[in-house]
């Protein structure tokens, strides 16, 4: 979205205002790079739709965003932009419908977007995976994000919230529930009779993990940097946390009686990979799911092949992956931990405690009531 659009009517009885507070970023850098100011509102498109946010979880993809980080898979940021995965907001109008489009959800209600945006064509999308599309896409970093009181997002994308969910709890869902799903079940297809490690087992992603392989039946352990971080993850439904500042490998492998863990899921990346494929069992699984500490790390590929070790990727998953876990949240069986909720204009000491990683869950933007 550009902050160059025109302005379009609201339905016939409606006004709005014509501008809008957003943290806009219009060089790279650090945390004063953070601006917030008055622009104008997005118009939606075609098939597309315009919400008032609420409530916008943080990711180390608003941290990328603003610094412009470059390397494979990382796309370039336009500027200016404004970062913001995962939203809640009410649907304030929607643009002009497709052909044969259908709106459920009426103007006023509270909506969960998935941020996921695929082309709606290829035979990826076509199957449910639009984060396997060519044209693959996520809202808040190819698009203008959440960090603002106003988005807009393809009508598509969005589900309803039920009315006891607190916008920060549904926030904080579509980046690293549907992503710890995905890694989880979809792609480990973790059982009873598995023992799981969660490498970073205190951030948002981490938390997640560990609730919902715990709530697979599987034993879940972790690695987290402080005391309690480490009684809050088994507070969470791990057996053992280990200090992810010490020998945590040692220690693994010690609490496994040698034999090593069936699964590991590691989003923190370059420093910690080659301690993860150690932790694996002979035909061990590694889920990666993210490189927020460095993407380039030091392998052994002896140490893979030779004891039929499997590494494997899970991004932000599908559309069934995304239903399947709010529904879950939706019930109370899957509690997402918030640690913290921010007005907006602390927006800068927000990304500096997610950078910090002094945060366990997610930590959540309050954009307005």
């Known amino acids: 979205m550009s902050e160059n659009q025109a302005i ?39 098939g597309e739709v315009l919400l008032k946010v609420e409530a916008t979880a943080l990711n180390h993809l608003d941290i990328f965003a603003r610094q412009g980080l470059k390397g494979p898979g990382v796309p370039k940021i336009t500027l200016p932009h404004i970062s913001g995965v995962d939203i809640v907001g009410r649907v304030a109008y929607y643009g002009a419908p497709l052909p044969g489009q259908k709106v459920s959800i009426e103007e006023g209600h509270r909506v969960l977007i998935n941020p996921a945006i695929g082309c709606n064509e290829c035979r990826f999308c076509r199957r449910g995976e639009p984060s396997m599309c060519p044209d693959y896409q996520i809202l808040g970093e190819h698009f203008w994000g959440g960090l603002a009181e106003y988005v807009v997002a393809p009508a598509r994308n969005i589900i309803p919230v039920p009315d006891h969910i607190a916008s920060e709890t549904a926030a904080a869902i579509p980046a690293v529930y549907t992503t710890a799903w995905r890694g989880v079940m979809t792609v480990a297809q973790v ?22 392989a715990a709530a697979a039946g599987a034993t ?36 496994t009686n040698g034999n090593g863990v069936r699964v590991v899921m590691d989003a923190v990346g370059a420093p910690t990979i080659r301690h993860s494929l150690r932790c694996l069992e002979m035909g061990g699984k590694l889920v990666l799911s993210g490189a927020t500490a460095g993407d380039s790390p030091d392998l052994s590929i002896r140490e893979i092949y030779q004891r039929h070790r499997q590494i494997l990727g899970a991004p932000m998953g599908n559309w069934e992956d995304f239903l399947q876990v709010t529904n879950l949240i939706w019930s109370g069986k899957l509690k997402p931990s918030i640690h913290k909720v921010y007005p907006l204009e602390e927006i800068a000491e927000a990304q500096h405690e997610l950078e910090e990683r002094k945060h366990f869950g997610k930590i959540v933007m309050k954009v307005s009531e």
């Open 220 to 255: 879940v352990i972790g690695t987290a940097s402080t005391q309690e971080k480490r009684q809050k993850v088994l507070e969470k439904g791990a057996a053992a946390v280990f200090d992810s500042t010490g020998d945590w490998e040692k220690e693994v492998m010690k609490w």
């Open 8 to 46: 379009i009517n609201m339905p016939q009885g409606k006004t709005k205002p014509e501008t809008m507070k957003a943290v806009v970023i219009r060089e790279h850098g650090g945390l004063e790079a953070l601006k917030l100011e008055q622009i104008a509102i997005p118009v939606p498109g075609p």
């Open 191 to 212: 059982k009873p009779s598995d023992i799981v490690l969660v490498v970073g087992a205190s951030g948002g992603l981490g938390t997640a993990q560990v609730e919902i």
